[in-house]
């Protein structure tokens, strides 16, 4: 099982910070000016509305229909947790909105009915379908969800279809083709038991069915048992045609001698007894959310020939409709659809399985921390795999097109390809590799201020995300009473409290101090007060010592005095080759920017350092260095002496011959901007830039928080990089998920 437990707080505290919810909207135009003003209100918005309304069509054009989909539900079968209401659902329908847009790109917005009577249902649905692209119905119970899918799908022109039906009908005959091919198995061999008669069971036999199961080799059960051939009791018209001509009536019984088990019930409905009767090489997909029937250590205790898989992202072999419905309507928004229908639904599945039995991209194994190769725990893609947006929605898309249900066909479908990579951000795969790179490495990091309490909530998550372990260095009764305040008291006993008075090590720290300082005008009591009162000077002689394998401070003082007291430990100034580094994230792009802390000045010599630093850095993060120099002139011109050592310092690292990509000097457009690049058809950077070579301390200060307070964009850092233990520097705004970024980066670059 990967590690990623989740608390109850966690889940609560996800839910309610940084505002209540998961999703807020943004503005795509600018909203600034009268003009603007009259653009997108009145005046000028008449016109679209008249040439939408002599022209249907239009909508696409001028509006953001052709973007955006509904995730609407009444509550009545919210996951596995049964009937909880409308309002109960909303955060997973939130959720499933900003899966929409995580994975695809489409605009969702969650819509909760409060009703039970698929009339009014329906009729809430309909009337609002002028304003979508299309409707994901969610978690709505059977059989009420049959009646209100088929009569929407009738009744509205854009693609309407229930996830939990069709969703996961396709995930699962995805993952059975390829289980199947594992197991040497044929679908049409198969005896397959079902268990759950409802909105996903339902769909799932129909779809196994049509891709060659055979009726008479398929039993389906329920709440009463095997439905059989007959059978009255809690039946209704879709149970009847998968009833089977049986003599079975439990799932005990069905489930003896059977090839493939499919769950879509209730935790626990299968015992490990079930599981020891089935045939060799069989098949387990317990597909139940949030506890499956059975889990996979139990089935792996009583067999090892099984292939299992849950709905879970915790166990290999998630079969969960989330590799589905953002891609599906992805393709079928793109064609301006009019519904999506069976053969859509087939060509994804084709297409995920397809996909699963292709070698896997490193970053993905990145991200999960583990190589994936095609196998009996590797029989469907993952949810973070970046292939899936640019090979899933094409195949729908062609299908889609075939069919007839295309309003506007796509003529250049390798365009279309190509224009879907660039649909998502490329910062979260990086920031995905830097947490399983950490979370491989289990190291300890060291949080020197663990008298602040914004300190000591990321420690406590840090430990808890199961990154490694997190020593905080404060006094005892003062961390309780700090935790206890934040309402994380029972994180008391998981947290290791280090200080002078409680470490074995103090009389070594103080040699070692004494053996550095003592030429440097401090005497044995100023090296006595300042390792035992000091924590950044008592956390860099931890770090030094090898009792912690990165460190994080800098929360409670200036970035400055921090790094005076560090280099009482460390060597960390601009002549031992230490630079700071700070990372930038914003829509999508990442620049390293450097020297953000030690050089106040540095000259062409100092810049080719900070280079090759910043490229280290990146390097560590995944990234491929381009480095830029940056300075207000672009290859000489404007002439200026204060460009001067920025021009230089090319030359500098030519002289030493390094192996990544450099430039300079040039302004920051042109590093950040290909099209500014055309101009430059000589520059050796093959793309923009990503690491950011500033002319001063003073530049690197003003564009990292600009950045930051005009853009809102993500700081992480600086990290001091040329000595051989990552520190993390923050800043004293620097927020608990800021602060817990930096230890997860602190830890991820550690050897
Ligand atoms: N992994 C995935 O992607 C997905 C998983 N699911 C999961 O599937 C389950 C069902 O969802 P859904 O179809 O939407 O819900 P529905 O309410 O439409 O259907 C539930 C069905 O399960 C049956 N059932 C409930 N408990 C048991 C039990 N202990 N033994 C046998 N049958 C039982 C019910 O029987 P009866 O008819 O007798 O009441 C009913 O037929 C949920 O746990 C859900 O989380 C759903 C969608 C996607
Ligand atoms: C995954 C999902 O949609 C469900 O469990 O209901
Ligand atoms: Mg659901």
Redesign the pocket.
Known sequence: MVDTKVTREDALAFHMDPTPGKWEIQATVPMTTQRDLSLAYSPGVAVPCEAIAANPELAYDYTNKGNLVAVISNG??V??LGNLGALGSKPVMEGKAVLFKRFADVNSIDIELDTEDPDEFCNAVRLMGPTFGGINLE????PE?FIIEQRLKEEMDIPVFH???H??AV?CAAGLINALKISGKKIEDVKIVL???????IACLELLKSMGAAHNNCIM????GVIYQGRTE?MNQW?SAHAAATDTRT?AQAMNGCDVFL???????VTQDMVQSMAPNAVIFA????DPEITPEEVHAVRDDVIVA??RSDYPNQ????LGFPYLFRGALDIHARAINDEMKIACANALAQLAREDVPDEVALAYGRKLTFGRDYIIPTPFDPRLIHVIPPAVARAGMDTGVARRPIVDIEGYEESLKTRMDPTASILRGINARARANQHTIVFAEGDDPRILRAAVLYQRSGFGVALVVGREDDVKAKLTAEGLGDAVSELTIVNAANTEHLDEYKDFLYNRLQRKGHDSSDIHRMATRDRHVFASLMLAHGHADGMVTGATRKSAHVLELINHVFDAGPHDGAVGVTAVLNKGKIVLIADTLVHEWPDENDLADIAERGAYVARRLGLEPRVAFLSFSTFGYPVSERAEKMHKAPDVLDARGVDFEYEGEMTVDVALNTKAQEAYPFSRLTGPANVLVVPARHSASISVKLMQEMAGATVIGPILAGIDKPIQICSTGSTVNDILNMAVLASSTAR
């Not at 978690?139 to 059977?142: L, N, T």
């Not at 059960?221 to 009463?224: A, I, N, S, V």
């Not at 597909?287 to 949030?290: E, K, L, R, Y």
């Open positions: 009545t079968a996951l596995g978690d709505i119970k059977a969800c996830d939990d039906q969703g996961t995930i268990n759950g008669a409802g909105a996903a069971g059960c329920d709440t009463k809690g149970k799932l769950g879509v019930s209730a935790k626990g409905a597909m139940a959310n949030p849950t709905g079969v969960n409709n989330v």
